[in-house]
Nanobody
Framework: QVQLKESGGGLVQAGGSLRLSCAASGRTFDNCAMGWFRQAPGKEREFVAAINWSGGITSYADSVKGRFTISRDNAKNTLYLQMNSLKPEDTAVYYC?????????????????WGQGTQVTVSS
């Protein structure tokens, strides 16, 4: 069992930055593929970024490439999402997800564990 808890969301002006964190419980974090997804009101949950167990492989949605950076600290059991140059269209609830695998996954149905989400609101 892996429990995930996101933090770091909030209200920011367009062009600003936020760093999301996802704290994972359990001793298997470093065996997990991790991902960030987001869901805006009235829209389906969409892929944002993913990272493999070591942090050596990452993947990004085209909409965030060059602005967002996913990273992890296995010693701290924590996943991060650094978000720069934020846009109003980045407004959503952001979720972290985990899957016990050494690979990297971009589809939400591949993940086994999910956090409760953290709200990010970008004002224009």
């Amino acid at each position: 069992q892996v429990q995930l808890k996101e933090s770091g969301g909030g209200l920011v002006q367009a062009g600003g930055s936020l760093r999301l964190s996802c704290a994972a419980s359990g001793r298997t974090f470093d065996n997990c593929a991790m991902g960030w997804f987001r869901q805006a009101p009235g829209k389906e949950r969409e892929f944002v970024a993913a990272i493999n167990w070591s942090g050596g492989i990452t993947s990004y949605a085209d909409s965030v490439k060059g602005r967002f950076t996913i990273s992890r600290d296995n010693a701290k059991n924590t996943l991060y999402l650094q978000m720069n140059s934020l846009k109003p269209e980045d407004t959503a609830v952001y979720y972290c997800a985990a899957k016990r695998s050494l690979s990297v996954y971009i589809k939400s149905n591949a993940y086994d564990y999910w956090g409760q989400g953290t709200q990010v609101t970008v004002s224009s």
